[in-house]
């Protein structure tokens, strides 16, 4: 999952906003939601938390050196239990390691891609998700990367940095354009829409049904919420104000919670969690990056996973958890 990165400065205000009071810590906020799990498995890999598999199980990879992904492991929050999913394969000439990861209708899923003389090939590969041996069943001219990689009973789908959603069953096969999707990028299936990343446009694939909301906004399927950090459905309807100081830096997961960054004081820049459906802010403890760099003074912002579940960060050299599905509960 992407980190984005707030390089603020340390003025006192945020964007001319005045300064606001720092709310409580995400774990204060929502105990139940919350898990801490380190960040190194016994046997001395690192994991990367993926997205959650079932209340209590998260779907990680495990690997050695930097963004060299080994293996698929699912991992138990009530008692740290790995078992091993699948090895990951890397091809010859690969240049995008495993990326991507999605999971649901049975099988995980994800992306690779390798040179193929001057250009690049794309790959989707599936395994069952109680575990298995891999299988690559697409391949495909790639400019760019992937997005929107989403497993459906029919098959995968996913989408492209220049637009056009794509499918293939299971079973494999040479991959096929979702009519009418030309210029537009998967959101959630069967919603795809335009422009990528903020969505104002969503179109559902399969009745045709349109949704569009002012330009400026970050979108999830049907709450938006515009540069001047007002929330509203998709239609305009339901218009309030929320307690962002700047814009977020998410789409809203679940229809409900952003990320975004916050000035509580001089020299107290915060990345924040916030619950745009009950008003309620927290804390996520993400600490300043290093004074050194181009980057220093700044933030990194976690940004919800492609589940739209789980939100997880490095914090203290652990993982810190957050289960969407059960904060605002």
Not at 58 to 71: P, V
Not at 251 to 278: I, N
């Given at each position: 999952?992407?980190?984005?990165?707030?390089?603020?400065?340390?003025?006192?205000?945020?964007?001319?906003?005045?300064?606001?009071?720092?709310?409580p810590l995400?774990?204060?906020?929502?105990?139940?939601?919350?898990?801490v799990?380190?960040?190194?498995?016994?046997?001395?890999?690192?994991?990367t938390?993926?997205?959650?598999?079932d209340?209590?199980?998260?779907?990680?990879?495990?690997?050695?050196?930097?963004?060299?992904?080994?293996?698929?492991v699912?991992?138990?929050?009530?008692?740290?239990?790995?078992?091993?999913?699948?090895?990951?394969?890397?091809?010859?000439?690969?240049?995008?390691?495993?990326?991507?990861?999605?999971?649901?209708?049975g099988?995980?899923?994800?992306?690779?891609?390798?040179?193929d003389?001057?250009?690049?090939?794309?790959?989707?590969?599936?395994?069952?998700?109680?575990?298995?041996?891999?299988?690559?069943?697409?391949?495909?001219?790639?400019?760019?990367?992937?997005t929107?990689?989403?497993?459906?009973?029919?098959?995968?789908?996913?989408?492209?940095?220049?637009?056009?959603?794509?499918?293939?069953p299971?079973?494999?096969?040479?991959?096929?354009?979702?009519?009418?999707?030309?210029?537009?990028?998967?959101l959630?299936?069967?919603?795809?829409?335009?422009?990528?990343?903020?969505?104002?446009?969503?179109v559902?694939?399969?009745?045709?049904?349109?949704?569009?909301?002012?330009?400026?906004?970050?979108c999830?399927?049907?709450?938006?919420?515009?540069?001047?950090?007002?929330?509203?459905?998709?239609?305009?309807a339901?218009?309030?104000?929320?307690?962002?100081?700047?814009?977020?830096?998410?789409?809203?997961?679940?229809?409900?919670?952003?990320?975004?960054s916050?000035?509580?004081?001089?020299?107290?820049?915060?990345?924040?969690?916030?619950?745009?459906?009950?008003?309620?802010?927290?804390?996520?403890?993400?600490?300043?990056?290093?004074?050194?760099?181009?980057?220093?003074?700044?933030i990194?912002?976690?940004?919800?996973?492609?589940?739209?579940?789980?939100?997880?960060?490095?914090?203290d050299?652990?993982?810190?958890?957050?289960?969407?599905?059960?904060?605002?509960?």
């Amino acid at each position: 999952m992407r980190v984005l990165l707030a390089a603020l400065a340390l003025t006192g205000t945020l964007n001319g906003t005045t300064l606001v009071e720092r709310p409580p810590l995400v774990q204060t906020v929502w105990p139940q939601a919350v898990h801490v799990i380190p960040a190194v498995l016994p046997d001395g890999r690192t994991i990367t938390p993926r997205l959650f598999l079932d209340d209590d199980t998260l779907l990680a990879t495990a690997a050695k050196g930097f963004e060299r992904s080994e293996a698929l492991v699912s991992y138990r929050l009530a008692n740290g239990e790995t078992a091993e999913l699948a090895e990951l394969p890397v091809p010859p000439r690969t240049v995008v390691h495993p990326s991507g990861v999605a999971a649901g209708s049975g099988h995980v899923v994800w992306w690779t891609a390798r040179r193929d003389g001057a250009g690049r090939v794309g790959e989707i590969w599936t395994v069952p998700v109680e575990g298995g041996d891999p299988v690559a069943v697409a391949a495909f001219a790639l400019t760019g990367t992937v997005t929107g990689l989403e497993p459906t009973p029919q098959g995968v789908v996913w989408s492209t940095d220049a637009g056009g959603v794509w499918r293939v069953p299971y079973a494999g096969g040479r991959p096929s354009e979702v009519a009418g999707t030309q210029g537009q990028h998967v959101l959630k299936w069967p919603w795809v829409g335009s422009p990528a990343r903020a969505f104002t446009t969503a179109v559902n694939a399969e009745t045709g049904e349109r949704r569009e909301t002012r330009p400026g906004s970050l979108c999830g399927v049907n709450l938006c919420v515009s540069a001047d950090r007002l929330a509203s459905a998709r239609s305009g309807a339901g218009l309030r104000a929320t307690k962002l100081t700047d814009p977020p830096v998410s789409r809203p997961a679940r229809d409900r919670f952003v990320t975004s960054s916050t000035l509580a004081g001089p020299g107290e820049l915060w990345a924040g969690l916030y619950d745009l459906v009950s008003g309620q802010v927290a804390d996520l403890g993400v600490k300043p990056l290093p004074a050194k760099g181009v980057q220093a003074g700044g933030i990194a912002i976690p940004v919800p996973a492609s589940d739209d579940r789980l939100l997880s960060y490095q914090q203290d050299g652990r993982h810190v958890i957050v289960d969407l599905a059960k904060a605002g509960a």
